[in-house]
């Protein structure tokens, strides 16, 4: 069990590493990089600072970095659920103004008849 004083001291280096590795994760994406292969070599990283730590302080730290990549990966998530809404909500919005228009060509060419 953590005590509070390792919590304190290395939550806020857990969730920097966390974010070191979503943001270099992402970054391998974009290159064109296979991300598996990335995040396998990232995670070998964190797992050589870990260690660095020393015993004591080594398995905090991996599960307080666990719990920050959790709560990254909620926001991500969300994030994504959001943009997706928003797509789908321009979708249906272009979907009317095309149907509008159809409509509208409709109307002047059988009273321009």
Known sequence: MLDIEQKQ?????????????SEALAQAGAAGRNVGQASIDLQDEIEIFAKELGESDEQAFLSLYIEELNAL??????????????????????????????????LAFIFNR
Request: aromatic share 6%.
């Open 9 to 21: 001291r290395l939550r806020p280096i857990a969730r920097e590493k966390a974010q070191w590795f």
């Open 73 to 106: 990966t909620e926001q991500k998530s969300s994030e994504a659920d959001t943009l997706i809404m928003e797509s789908v909500n321009n979708s249906q919005v272009l979907t009317i103004i095309i149907g509008v228009v159809i409509f509208a060509v409709l």
